[in-house]
């Protein structure tokens, strides 16, 4: 049964790290912004950038790449920044992911979401909300909430030591 209703859709931003295709929900997505050399903090995550003005925020930028244990981000014309403000627990972290690229906003319908598989996947399943299949490949959308819910203590202690 096909079903067409949009509350059967979900809205995502789709970006990729190098040649593999991720996703994440349009909700929390506030802004796509070109790269800028961030602020280093000194003694964060090696993930961790450092800081990014965004309209008078100061917003830790992380290269995801090295959050999932890839090589780090290389920039390129091409290369952007997803400004994301991700609700964890009570609160919610802000913060500016660094992309290869930037693709679409695109629609997946809620029935076309697989569960995360348990071998093959090159990162840590407990990150991955789910995967879809599409044009003969697949989208891997991020659960940010538990991929920085670790880290997001240390990311915000670290930003705020250094705009203290």
Do not use: C
């Not at 992911?97 to 697989?114: G, N």
Request: proline share 5%; no cysteine; net charge negative.
């Amino acid at each position: 049964m096909i079903m067409t209703s949009n509350a059967a859709e979900l809205q995502f931003v789709t970006f990729a790290l190098g040649d593999e295709v991720f996703a994440v929900p349009v909700t929390v997505v506030r802004e796509i912004l070109d790269h800028e050399e961030a602020f280093k903090i000194p003694h964060g995550p090696d993930y961790l950038l450092g800081l990014r003005d965004v309209r008078g925020q100061g917003v830790p930028v992380i290269d995801l790449r090295l959050r999932l244990g890839m090589s780090a981000t290389a920039r390129t014309p091409h290369t952007r920044v997803l400004v994301l403000d991700i609700p964890i627990g009570e609160r919610t972290l802000t913060l500016g992911l660094v992309a290869d690229k930037v693709f679409e906003v695109t629609p997946f319908r809620r029935d076309a979401i697989d569960n995360a598989p348990d071998i093959g996947v090159r990162w840590r399943s407990d990150y991955i909300e789910g995967v879809v299949r599409r044009e003969g490949d697949f989208v891997v959308i991020i659960n940010l909430a538990r991929l920085f819910s670790d880290g997001g203590a240390a990311i915000a202690s670290a930003a705020a030591a250094a705009v203290a």
